[in-house]
């Protein structure tokens, strides 16, 4: 029952919204994803690499808890490959959350760098997380229609 009640409560991200990293590497933390959020509620988001693309990946703290906690209980830490992979699973990670007074996020430098940010990025909705891009490699991610069409049919053949 805990699961269905869980994935009810699941904040869904929707929406582009552009942003600019000032000096101290801050960002403001789009207002329209702060209103999906429960007031009084927690507010920390866990945010590292995406392991395909270039950009970063922000999973709310209570969905990366439930993520995190599925991929543990899979593994054996008595087995060395299994220690090894949740070490890098658990690498370059990092606990932020946007400031009472500006909504601002510090994302730690390194993070950012990783995906090439210089000064503008965009976070885009993608339902259970939110992904962090440097805006050029955003705009460039973008697959043409027949592209995204041929996926469709590839990954849902009975959509049609």
Known sequence: MRRIADTCNMVKFIGEYSGKVDDKGRIIFPSAFKALMPPDGDMRFVIKKDIYEECLEMYTYQEWERQSEEVKAKLNFFNRKHAAFWREYMRNRAVVE???????????????????????????????????WAKEKYEASSISGEEFLALTCDILPDIR
Request: no cysteine; net charge positive.
């Open 98 to 132: 946007p400031d009472s007074r500006f909504g601002r996020l510090s994302v730690p430098k390194k993070l950012l760098e990783s995906i090439g940010v210089v000064r503008e990025v965009v976070f885009s909705g993608s339902d259970h997380k939110i992904e962090v």
